[in-house]
C-alpha cells in the first residue's frame, strides 16, 4: 500500500486545497507510514443523520463503532475507515471506505483531525478522521471481514473498550463534548489534561495529533497542536 512518499503530490494538493499550512514532509513521523482516512459518523436517537435530527445530549447521539476483529485494535471498538490507494486523495478513501465498509452515502463531514503514529509494527499510520453528520442509507451491521458494526451511544465511550489513544483524541473530533467527557472521567491520565489545558479543543480548528507506541501499541506519548491556515 502507498506512503507519503508515492501519494506526495496529491497529499500536498489536499492540504492547500483545504488551506492549512502544513505539508505531507511534516506529516511523516520517520520509517514507512501507511496513510488511511477514518470516519465518526454520528445520528440522533432515530438513527436519522444528527444534523437533520437537530442537537441531542451525548445520552441520546449514536455514532457507527468497529469491533474489530483484527489488528491493530483486535477486540476494541473503534471507527471505521481503511487505507488509502494509489492515486486518491484522503477524502476519496474517506468516501469510498465507508461506503465499501457501513454502506452509508458520505454527505456532509469536516475534517477534525491528522495523526502521525510510529514506534510499533503495524501501528505506523498517518491517518486522516473525518467527523459526518448527514449521510444516506442504512448501517451495515452483517459480517465484515475486519469486525461487526454497531450504532453505540456517546455517552457508552468512557466504558467501552476503545484504545488508550482513541481516549485522548476524542475531545479533539467532538470539541463541544470536551466537558462532559471530562466529567465521564474520558481520559484520566494528567499528562493528556495537562495536554488539553495547553491545547483546548476547539469547533473551528483541525489538529495534528503526534503519537508514540511502544511494543504491542501501547500509546507512551501523544502530543496535538493546532494546524495553522492561510
Given at each position: 500500500?502507498?506512503?507519503?512518499?508515492?501519494?506526495?503530490?496529491l497529499?500536498?494538493?489536499y492540504?492547500?486545497?483545504?488551506?492549512?499550512?502544513?505539508?505531507?514532509?511534516?506529516?511523516?513521523s520517520?520509517g514507512?507510514?501507511?496513510l488511511?482516512?477514518?470516519a465518526?459518523?454520528?445520528?440522533?436517537?432515530?438513527?436519522?443523520?444528527a444534523?437533520?435530527?437537530?442537537v441531542?445530549?451525548?445520552?441520546?447521539?449514536?455514532?457507527?463503532?468497529?469491533?474489530?476483529?483484527k489488528?491493530?485494535?483486535?477486540?476494541?471498538?473503534?471507527?471505521?475507515?481503511?487505507?488509502l490507494?494509489?492515486?486518491?486523495?484522503?477524502?476519496a478513501?474517506?468516501?469510498?471506505?465507508?461506503?465499501?465498509?457501513?454502506g452509508l452515502?458520505?454527505?456532509?463531514f469536516?475534517?477534525?483531525?491528522?495523526?502521525?503514529?510510529?514506534g510499533?509494527?503495524?501501528?505506523?499510520?498517518?491517518?486522516?478522521?473525518?467527523?459526518?453528520?448527514?449521510?444516506?442509507?442504512?448501517l451495515?451491521?452483517?459480517?465484515h471481514p475486519e469486525g461487526?458494526?454497531?450504532?453505540?451511544?456517546?455517552?457508552?465511550?468512557?466504558r467501552?473498550?476503545?484504545p488508550d489513544?482513541?481516549?485522548q483524541?476524542?475531545?479533539?473530533i467532538?470539541p463541544?463534548?470536551?466537558?462532559?467527557?471530562e466529567?465521564a472521567?474520558?481520559c484520566?491520565?494528567?499528562?493528556?489534561?495537562?495536554?488539553?489545558?495547553?491545547?483546548?479543543?476547539?469547533?473551528?480548528?483541525?489538529?495534528?495529533?503526534?503519537?508514540?507506541?511502544?511494543?504491542?501499541?501501547?500509546?507512551?506519548?501523544?502530543?496535538?497542536?493546532?494546524?495553522?491556515?492561510r
Amino acid at each position: 500500500m502507498p506512503g507519503v512518499a508515492e501519494l506526495y503530490g496529491l497529499l500536498a494538493e489536499y492540504l492547500d486545497g483545504l488551506g492549512l499550512m502544513l505539508s505531507p514532509a511534516q506529516l511523516a513521523s520517520g520509517g514507512y507510514q501507511l496513510l488511511a482516512s477514518i470516519a465518526w459518523i454520528e445520528a440522533g436517537p432515530d438513527l436519522q443523520p444528527a444534523a437533520l435530527a437537530g442537537v441531542h445530549p451525548p445520552e441520546e447521539r449514536r455514532v457507527v463503532m468497529l469491533h474489530r476483529q483484527k489488528e491493530p485494535y483486535a477486540g476494541l471498538w473503534t471507527a471505521p475507515g481503511g487505507k488509502l490507494e494509489l492515486g486518491e486523495t484522503p477524502v476519496a478513501a474517506f468516501i469510498r471506505e465507508m461506503g465499501e465498509e457501513t454502506g452509508l452515502i458520505m454527505r456532509n463531514f469536516q475534517l477534525r483531525l491528522i495523526t502521525s503514529e510510529c514506534g510499533s509494527p503495524g501501528y505506523d499510520w498517518i491517518t486522516f478522521v473525518y467527523r459526518c453528520d448527514r449521510w444516506e442509507g442504512v448501517l451495515d451491521t452483517g459480517w465484515h471481514p475486519e469486525g461487526r458494526m454497531e450504532w453505540v451511544r456517546l455517552a457508552d465511550l468512557p466504558r467501552r473498550a476503545i484504545p488508550d489513544v482513541d481516549r485522548q483524541l476524542l475531545f479533539y473530533i467532538f470539541p463541544e463534548l470536551a466537558s462532559y467527557f471530562e466529567e465521564a472521567g474520558l481520559c484520566p491520565d494528567p499528562q493528556a489534561r495537562r495536554e488539553r489545558e495547553a491545547v483546548p479543543p476547539a469547533v473551528d480548528q483541525i489538529y495534528l495529533a503526534q503519537v508514540q507506541y511502544a511494543a504491542g501499541g501501547r500509546t507512551v506519548g501523544v502530543r496535538i497542536r493546532p494546524v495553522a491556515r492561510r
